[in-house]
Each structure stands twice: as structure tokens, then as C-alpha cells.
């Protein structure tokens, strides 16, 4: 299922109640429901293992929540995962911004399971 999303802030999210907000480079609440980035990994912004991940899941925090302030975009959902996060594939015109992020080294492809901590 796919829908257009336009007209949405996200700030990063706080310890407060979640509704529309990120949570790291590969989650995020809209409308009180969390969504998990398909086919991407981001780095722990909750637990990192060292100082080099939790600064990699910073960076790629505040780059989610840049790219999704950017303005409207498509959100295509594919279940949902192990935790109960709606997968979905956000893409704004031709590209999807999971990729963007592996693009820009703030995220992987998923299967990858290597440490940040290198």
C-alpha cells in the first residue's frame, strides 16, 4: 500500500509521547504509528556501542529528519517487522531515501551486519 505524505514536521523525537518525529536513520513516527525504513540499517541512537556509532547515528538522525522535512513524499509499506514497525520504502520523486542514506554512508543496505564501533 502505498500514500502521499505532505505537510509534516519532524523533529527528532524527545522522551516524550511520540507522534510525528524521529527516532534514529531508520525510524520514525507519523501520526503515532512507527515505521521502520525498508532494506536499510542505521546505527543505534538508544544503545551505541562506542563513540564512533553514536555519533554516525546522530549524523544520520538529524539526515532523516532533513530529508523527510524536505517536503512531501511517498510512503509504500511492506509489513512489518519483528517489533511490530510498519516496513515501508519513502522515496520523493525517483529516489528512495534509504538509498540516499547508504549513499551518503549515514546507513547500509540491510544484511550487513558489521559493527559501527570500526
Known sequence: MAAEVSGKQFPICGAGRRVTC???????????VKYRIADIDAPEISNPLCAAEKRSAEASTARLAQLLNAGPFRLETRGTDR??????????????????????????????RRGWCN
Open 22 to 32: 524521529v527516532v534514529d536513520g531508520d525510524t520514525f513516527w507519523l501520526d503515532r
Open 83 to 112: 517489533y511490530g514497525r510498519i516496513l515501508a520504502v519513502v522515496s520523493r520523486r525517483e529516489y528512495s531515501l534509504g538509498a540516499r542514506l547508504v549513499d551518503e554512508g549515514l546507513a547500509r543496505k540491510w544484511g550487513n
